[in-house]
């Protein structure tokens, strides 16, 4: 069974920056990053392919979140700058090897790792 671990989360002043990782026990799949705000449905952050390290954003983030392997590609990052309350959610990282109409799906999810953005 694939794992999925995040880590990075936490609580921080508008404006502030924040890292999350996410580590994978296989390979070969693309990465997702989708968050999920209270009273709210999980949306779409980003995500970045395996073959050549392509990216997605959502409109809302783009431009100041950047997703990106690590060397060993078994670690995927979302680096998220200047937050806003508005980014406070719990984020997923997600594992995709196969895509349906076009759209990756996503089989595998780590557990949530809480980002807290204050006004």
């Known amino acids: 069974q694939l794992r999925l671990v995040e880590s990075g989360g936490g609580l921080v002043q508008a404006g502030g920056s924040l890292r999350l990782s996410c580590t994978i026990s296989?390979?070969?799949?693309?990465m997702g990053w989708f968050r999920q705000a209270p009273g709210k449905e999980r949306e779409f952050v980003a995500v970045i392919s395996w073959d050549n390290d392509s990216t997605l954003y959502a409109d809302s983030v783009k431009g100041r979140f950047t997703i990106s392997r690590g060397n060993a590609k078994n670690t995927v990052y979302l680096k998220m700058n200047t937050l806003e309350p508005e980014d406070t959610a719990i984020y997923y990282c997600a594992a995709s090897d196969h895509r349906v109409s076009g759209e990756y799906e996503y089989d595998y999810w780590g557990q949530g790792t809480q980002v807290t953005v204050s006004s």
């Open positions: 296989g390979s070969g799949y693309a």
